[in-house]
DNA sequence: GCCGTTTTCGGCCCGACTGTTTTCAGTCG
């Protein structure tokens, strides 16, 4: 097993411990382990082979054998143990919001329930509100609960379809028959969630090109394979499809397969009333069987009489429009970002040191990093006090007077309580250059009084930007409930920031909002909200929203250089 | 199960909310 897998079966060991009702302490201790494995850089078999695996915090001699156990023999008897007692169905009821180890098992033993599917008809049942603990509304929220995941069954977080289809896109690339290839789809729009991957190529000889595709590593099925179609299943689970075209056709196949369908219908629409047919194999005059020349989709765009419009903006959010008009935005490049705002490092729930952080963010070329740990009341991030954070400004001081190649900047994601006020009185908030305010408990208020939490933190004047302003984890839970149009014409009167959260698990501005933030004259910053290395990386996909979004380089703060920066939020 | 400048045992993150209870257990962030 690698570093991934093991740590993957330490968690799964710690959810069957808790569920089996073991001591917490020792069942956090192997979600600690699996942590620190997963974060750690270099390679695992010279951290066993060097004897320096029990150097890693929070691996100690039991885990550490467990780990090389996996490592040497693919296999965990500790695991294998605990399977052979829970049905793996339990442990799946573990990722229902609002049910736990107790209630898994309470479940389980009491009831007989070992899968979600079973769970659901025992709801539907009545079965639950007779159980010890269990009532009509634990009922509710359960059934709840599996309609959501029900609702998002099937669709996959935008970086891992991303780093499915680079990996196939590479090793399509390799072969000699492919002429142009490109991913297409939802996927090439940057939308954040994917249910499915469209691979574009064209080849003069697709039979062979075909042969090597479904020979990619990472494919777990082939479902489908023709000359001009084939259908896969990678190891992750997400669904590819390929289609391979000759290079006249690719950019209308392109075009076509990027769509959104709603994009192409008004296409199409156009394309009639100007005297063509536009499908995926061409642009047709009249009853010519003869597509008209488009080298790429530039060409199809301008035969149109359009603006080339970037796969980002193909919504019907206005573009076709705008593409009329010539009023189309130069659209945010990552290349734009100059800093790396609202990053944690070990002072609160990070895995990098200030020193690291900023290594790693001069690594990645940038001119300035906004280290944002927690504020004191995220016990559960380890937030900080004000000791420590006067201790951590020292350390920053300290570090940017020895010229690291990079601008540290003494940052802050203070928690917004519950009434709107902050977690720091307004003489520590002064001593920050950053502060992201964000909320972090209390997501079941009202609408009207969440909206009002939030309108009382933007407009405390130590507050520069609103942290992941709806808490949206994509995929598993739905944000709370806030007026997003009163939080941006707010922000618009305070000349604050709202952050765009790149974090994969969050994409939070929503991009439909982040179109209505930009026309209100509201920067956006597009910050990665990294608690490692890794994380840094994330800024990628923010972009991808931002662009959504319409967002120019002139919309998002960060993408300004440090003097600017800090000019625009001193204002 | 891990850890240690209060060190080999005893603490480990903790407060708030929800729904179940009639004083609290379970879950979450």
Redesign the pocket.
Known sequence: MDKKQIAKTLEAIADMM?IRGE????????R??AR?LETTEGSLEELIESGRL?????????????IIEMYRTDRST?YEELRAEIPEGVLEM?T???????????LWEQLGIKSIGELEYACNENR??T???????????ILQ?IAFQKKQAGRFLCNVAWEAATVLLDHLRKHKEVIRSEIGGSLRRRRETIGDIDLLASSDAPEALMKHFIKSPGIAEVLAHGATKSSVRMEQGIQVDLRIITDEEFPFALNYFTGSKDHNTALRGRAKKMGFKLNEYGLFHGASERSEKCRDETAIYKRLGLDYIEPELREVMGEIEAAENGTLPHLVEEKDIKGLVHVHSTDSDGVLSVEQVAKAAQKRGYEYVALCDHSK???????LSPERVRAQHKAIDKLNKSAPGIRILKGMEVDIL?DGSLDFEDKILATFEVVVAS???????SREEQTKRLLRAVANPHVHMIGHPT?R?LL??DGYDVDLDALIDAAARHHKIIELNAHPFRLDLDWRYCIRAQRKGVLVSINPDAHSEADMDYVRYGVGIARKGWCEPSGVANAAPLDKFLRLLKK
């Open positions: 808790e001591n917490p302490f020792k069942c956090i201790a192997h600690n382990a620190t029990r150097e890693l915090k929070g691996i100690g001699e039991s885990i550490a054998n467990k500790t573990l229902l919001t609002g049910v736990g180890p107790k209630k898994a098992k309470a639950l509100v159980l010890p603990g269990f009532g009509q509304k634990t009922q509710e929220k609960a009341s995220a016990a559960y991030a380890h937030g519950g909320i972090h408990s209390r997501f079941n208020l808490g984890l598993s839970r």
